[in-house]
């Protein structure tokens, strides 16, 4: 388990002490370098003893995640607090970064929140989980989940089927998040009335959204018509979390990120309200 599928795990780890020779044989790991890079994989390791303690399981993001507390000297955060709730698998779906305490703590105080950061930092989940933990306790009464219909990097073409197997590819992520924490069943029923709604960007337009958790994915993919066109549907007793990663915008060169262009307004706003 420790080496992970594929050796995933193990190329990790070699990837991140490059100056180190790692030969596994069995359930045993000879470590070989100087004396330095060996002491930080040791405390990178002790860190990861903990955080296997505490979760009870062992991850690629749980490893990234040990590395960088043992690099930066940040302790681990007290994972028992935050459990939201049980997933469908009998896992516990909980914030277990930093980052994902902060967007948790932030969405009980705001209407509105910008998820920004790389791939794998969990900003999809924990803007699901944020959601899902509002509907259970019946603080909305409906979630909607959108995203941009871009094609990331290649021309997919003509796709077959009715409309909702066309855009389904695009959302797949929302359902794979939203599958981890509503059983079956119950997920097939809550689409169906509608209590959870997954649909593209633009079938955001021209509505009202009032008493519901509405995630926009993917949001650099937006564009600034777009965004505005997105935040201005918000009504009574709604809530927002727009969440993106600027590093991979799949727009024609020509067009700006909408998200980009919302970030450089908000910083002015900040700047001008508070020098």
Same mark, same amino acid.
């Given at each position: 388990m420790f080496y992970g599928p594929q050796n995933a795990h193990l190329n990790l780890l070699k990837r991140k002490y490059p100056k180190l020779q790692l030969v596994a044989r069995g359930d045993e790991i000879k470590v070989f370098g100087d004396e330095r890079s060996i002491l930080e994989f040791q405390s990178g390791m002790r860190v990861l003893e903990k955080l296997y303690t505490t979760r009870k399981e062992l991850t690629e993001n749980i490893i990234q995640e040990a590395l960088d507390i043992s690099e930066t000297g940040e302790l681990p955060l007290d994972n028992t607090k935050d459990v939201l709730f049980i997933g469908t698998r009998g896992q516990k779906i909980r914030a277990k970064t930093k980052?994902?305490?902060?967007? /948790?703590?932030?969405?009980?105080?705001?209407?509105?929140i910008f998820a920004i950061g790389p791939a794998g930092t969990g900003?999809?989940? *924990?803007?699901?989980?944020?959601?899902?933990?509002?509907l259970k306790n019946r603080e909305v009464r409906k979630v909607i989940l959108t995203r941009p219909a871009v094609e990331a990097g290649e021309n997919l073409g003509f796709l077959p089927g009715d409309l909702k197997e066309k855009i389904d590819p695009y959302l797949r992520p929302l359902y794979d998040a939203l599958e981890d924490m509503i059983p079956?069943?119950?997920?097939?029923?809550?689409?169906?009335?509608? *209590?959870?709604?997954?649909?593209? /960007?633009?079938?955001?337009?021209?509505? *009202?959204?009032?008493?519901?958790?509405?995630?926009?994915?993917?949001?650099?993919?937006?564009?600034? /018509?777009?965004?505005?066109?997105?935040?201005?549907?918000?009504?009574?007793?709604?809530?927002?979390?727009?969440?993106?990663?600027l590093t991979q915008i799949d727009l024609p060169k020509k067009q700006q990120s909408g998200l980009y262009r919302a970030l450089e307004n908000f910083e002015k706003y900040r700047r001008n309200k508070y020098h």
């Open positions: 980052n994902q305490h902060k967007m /948790l703590d932030v969405s009980q105080k705001s209407d509105i900003k999809t989940y *924990t803007a699901v989980a944020i959601a899902v933990m509002a079956g069943d119950k997920l097939k029923s809550m689409v169906e009335s509608r *209590t959870v709604e997954i649909a593209p /960007l633009a079938f955001m337009r021209g509505r *009202t959204l009032d008493n519901c958790y509405v995630i926009l994915d993917e949001a650099q993919n937006s564009t600034e /018509l777009q965004l505005k066109m997105f935040l201005t549907r918000m009504g009574p007793n709604a809530k927002l979390i727009i969440t993106g990663d």
